[in-house]
Nanobody
C-alpha cells in the first residue's frame, strides 16, 4: 500500500515562492510516476506536474511552465514541487499522487493520493 503525505503549503503574496513536499511510503519512487495536481474551490482537479524515474521524464501543465519545478530525492523517497512567481490563480489545494505506469496528466489515471495541502496566494 502506497501512502503519500504532503506538506509545505501556506499563505504567500503574489510573486512569492513555496516548496511543497510529498513523502512516499510503501513503495520506492523509482517504480512509480509521481504527480502534483491542484483543485480550486468549485473547480475540477487539474494536472500540475509529473515526474518518472525510468525513463527519466518530466511533464508540466502550460500554466506553470517556467515557474514550477518538480524534483525528487530518491534517498528520502520524497517528491518536491518548487513554486516560484506565484499568482493568485495558483490558489488551490495541492495534491500529490502516484501511479505504477508512465506519466499521465489526468487524475483518473492515478491510484494513490495524499490528503492535500492548501496554497493561498494573495494579491
Amino acid at each position: 500500500q502506497v501512502q503519500l503525505v504532503e506538506s509545505g503549503g501556506g499563505l504567500v503574496q503574489a510573486g512569492g515562492s513555496l516548496r511543497l513536499s510529498c513523502v512516499v511510503s510503501g513503495r520506492t519512487l523509482t517504480t512509480y510516476t509521481m504527480g502534483w495536481f491542484r483543485q480550486a474551490p468549485e473547480k475540477e482537479r487539474q494536472f500540475v506536474a509529473a515526474i518518472r524515474w525510468s525513463p527519466y521524464t518530466i511533464n508540466y501543465a502550460d500554466s506553470v511552465k517556467g515557474r514550477f519545478t518538480i524534483s525528487r530525492d530518491s534517498a528520502k523517497n520524497t517528491v518536491y514541487l518548487q513554486m516560484n512567481s506565484l499568482k493568485p490563480e495558483d490558489t488551490a489545494v495541492y495534491y500529490c499522487a502516484a501511479r505504477p505506469g508512465p506519466i499521465a496528466t489526468t487524475n483518473f489515471d492515478y491510484n494513490y493520493w495524499g490528503q492535500g495541502t492548501q496554497v493561498t496566494v494573495s494579491s
